[in-house]
């Protein structure tokens, strides 16, 4: 199935699986669709599903009083999901909330745990996908301390300039642990340099 | 880095820490020991420094080991690990990549480990491996992500009280100033939560 490729793709990354593998594995994957501003996982639900991206942007976040932290912007390609929920099976203290109209391909708990028991080769994608879930993390945290707040607006905007375009504002201001005025502020500092520069 | 001391010693804390992750077998485990070695450290004694690839996922038998990053002059102190804990740098261990953060020594430390060497060769030849090391970066993951999430959730005051309600012996093992910066909580500020302490204490 043609709408599988990218997944089929992402999970080469972490282990050789041959065509008759890949057949083996369709039946325990679901794709669903999801209209924008859904949410798939509210506080203090249980997280059951680990999702790809197909097609489409999703946000996680928590609040604080009032306030929504956002933790993860994930477009095509990237793994999202209440991790730790899912994981460890404790309630979820996040939301996970579609920001665009969003296809996922989406293992649940139950396919997951039947992928284990049937071949030592799906622990091991399980294993090196969450080592790589590890790294992001530390990288994540490392990089809130080590740049300052226009370092790090940047680096974002050099790895994912697309999603400037996407993502409200106010939600990539989160994401970065920057304010809004300051966000727009650096906006429009680097949008009057970049005019110098080109022209 | 003095190795005098015998592994055969730690036979059983190693295993009780292990089935903490999986169930294994005492064939498996006995399988798995030759992995393992023992490092010790005098107290404050750096042993990554920044730069430096990370070979060793270490777990604290006894001791206290400081994980850190030196930022812009100030050192920002990422996790304290006491008897029990597994510490490293995740992203070089596993990216083989010059490691960003440092890790030192505060008091005279005892480590089990076990080196990326070590580990992969255990992955291939121990069935059980493979299980037990994703649970065990599973554990890792969710340990992570709870301690980011009470950083950014939690107001100075309830990170204070959190940590301190649950690790009270820190106040006497580490100096005041890197508890304040473990839990991003200003040294002056530090000081003036203690008063919530005292009544407990009496």
Known sequence: MEMLDEFKKYLAKYVEISPVEFTMLEP????????????????????NYLNFIEK??????????R????????????????????????????????????????????????????????????????TDLL?????????????????????????????????????????LNIQPETFSRLKHFLRKRFAENNL | MIQTIDIGAYCDFLFQFIQKFGKINREEFDALMPYFKMRYFEKRTIILQKGEVDD??????????????????NEITLQLATEGHMVQSEVSFHTRMPSDVILETLEPTTLICMDYQGVQEALEKIPSA????????????IRKDSRYYSQLKNTTRERFLE?????????????????????????ETFSRLKHLLRPAKI
């Open chain 1, 56 to 65: 489409g942007l999703v946000r996680k976040f928590f609040y604080k009083g």
């Open chain 1, 67 to 130: 306030d929504e932290i956002i933790t993860q912007i994930a477009k095509e390609g990237d793994l999202i999901s209440s991790s730790v929920s899912f994981l460890s099976g404790v309630p979820s203290s996040y939301v996970v909330e579609t920001i665009e109209p969003t296809t996922f391909i989406s293992l649940s708990k139950q396919s997951i745990e039947k992928l284990y028991a049937i071949h030592s080769k799906w622990q091991r994608a399980g294993r090196l996908i969450i």
């Open chain 2, 163 to 187: 940590y301190m309600n649950v690790h009270p012996h820190m106040l006497q093992r580490v100096p005041q100033k890197i508890l304040a910066s473990y839990l991003n909580i200003k040294p």
């Open chain 2, 56 to 73: 060793y996922l270490n777990v604290v038998v006894q001791g206290l080991v400081r994980k850190f990053i030196r930022v812009r002059g």
């Open chain 1, 135 to 175: 790294v992001q993390k530390e990288y994540w945290e490392l990089d809130r301390m080590k740049f300052t707040t226009k370092e790090r607006f940047v680096r974002f905007l050099t790895s994912n300039g697309d999603l400037f375009q996407r993502v409200p504002q106010k939600y990539l201001a989160s994401y």
């Open chain 1, 28 to 47: 325990f994957l679901q794709i669903r669709n999801f209209d924008k501003k859904v949410k798939l996982v509210d506080i203090a639900e249980e997280e």
């Open chain 2, 130 to 141: 493979e299980e037990l090391g994703r649970l065990i970066i599973t554990y890792m993951f």
